[in-house]
């Protein structure tokens, strides 16, 4: 009799504990494919950034490129002085 009541007893347990994982697993696989269309979202939005960034730079530098040459020089200068500095 007590052992009927053990074994109904520890089915009923592991019923319960494969729900649970099972609800688990659901939930792990929910939050996996919000975390991946999230990341989607924030890379597609990063290159819309992105590009408008390099277009505005591009703008810029098409209507005025003389300060943009005179810090490449500059730093060119700059690198070149360092570098032969530590000879």
């Not at 020089?73 to 700059?78: D, E, K, P, T, V």
């Amino acid at each position: 009799m007590q052992n009927d009541y053990d074994n109904k007893h520890g089915q009923s347990t592991a019923d319960k504990a494969g729900e649970f994982v099972k609800s688990a697993g659901h939930r792990i696989e929910q939050k996996g494919k919000d975390m991946a269309d999230n990341t989607q979202k924030m890379i597609k939005e990063g290159k819309e950034e992105i590009e408008t960034v390099i277009e505005t730079v591009d703008k810029q530098v098409h209507e005025n490129p003389w300060p943009i040459i005179a810090g490449v020089a500059f730093g060119s200068f700059l690198l070149g002085c360092l570098i032969g500095r530590s000879r």
